[in-house]
């Protein structure tokens, strides 16, 4: 398979792994253990690795940076699938990412528009509006999936700096999982006041499967980038919401009506318009 085919393969096949990784984490009792185990399980996995990479020199701030920003963004994440159905928050928290970074470019840094980033946007916010309007999430789900997808474009930007500034990039990706598995099994053990690891007991199997994913579906990401486009392919990853929907009505036994298809479908659109712009 040539480059050209390759790369958004690799890309949409990232899409559908991080939706199942997501799904593996709606699916358990307990949330906090639950992105405990995935993200431990991650950082035992690649422990070894460091002895195999040079260390990240020149990457430390954006290591440390992105630890900070991924205990914000999995404590968000654990908030919105406590408080909403998978099919309704996970479409909403992938798809304000993009509509932030657009925002963000056209008004803090007064960067140019083009009509297709214009109507991706509006085509985002309305289809937030139905989500909310026809009481697909509520008012404290639909907070916490923002603020999600806030980050997540936050650790976006610090993740593309890292990489470059570091020797390699496995050496960044391997160091930023071990120290991001460290830092959100700590805070989470803290928070629950050590109940986590009781709770991890009885689900660590299905966690330590999502957590091998995590690191297969990061992977493929930076490899499809690697080789081709950024903004395609990018927009590409956001097919995953169709994988979400289809899971939330297989697997999680959610109620998946008209009005929430047209919800996501439309922050799909939007997502893919802004990336592609």
Not at 78 to 104: K, N, Q
């Amino acid at each position: 398979m040539n480059a050209a085919l390759l790369a958004p393969a690799m890309m949409i096949a990232s899409g559908s792994i991080h939706a199942v990784v997501n799904a593996i984490l709606k699916g358990g009792k307990d949330k906090m253990a639950g992105r405990a185990i995935i993200d431990g399980s991650s950082a035992l996995i690649l422990l070894p690795a460091i002895l195999l990479v040079p260390l990240p020199a020149g990457a430390w701030p954006w290591i440390a940076a992105t630890a900070l920003v991924h205990c914000l963004y999995l404590y968000a994440l654990v908030r919105t699938f406590e408080a909403s159905d998978y099919s309704a928050a996970y479409p909403i928290l992938r798809g304000t990412a993009p509509l932030v970074t657009a925002a963000l470019s056209l008004g803090l840094f007064g960067e140019p528009a083009s009509p297709r980033e214009l109507i991706g946007i509006a085509l985002i916010g309305a289809a937030m509006f139905v989500m909310v309007m026809g009481r697909h999430i509520g008012r404290a789900g639909l907070g916490w999936a923002l603020l999600t997808g806030v980050t997540i474009a936050g650790y976006t930007v610090i993740d593309a700096h890292g990489v470059r500034a570091a020797p390699t990039p496995t050496s960044y990706i391997v160091w930023m999982f071990v120290l991001m598995g460290a830092s959100t099994v700590t805070m989470f053990a803290l928070l629950s006041k050590g109940a986590i690891f009781a709770s991890a007991a009885k689900q660590w199997r299905p966690g330590a499967v999502a957590g091998a994913l995590s690191i297969l579906t990061y992977g493929l990401a930076l490899s499809a980038l690697a080789i081709g486009p950024t903004a395609p392919l990018a927009a590409l990853r956001e097919t995953g919401m169709v994988t979400a929907l289809v899971i939330a009505t297989l697997f999680l036994g959610e109620k998946v009506t008209p009005g929430r298809v047209l919800g996501v479908t439309g922050i799909l659109a939007g997502a893919v318009l802004i990336l592609s712009a």
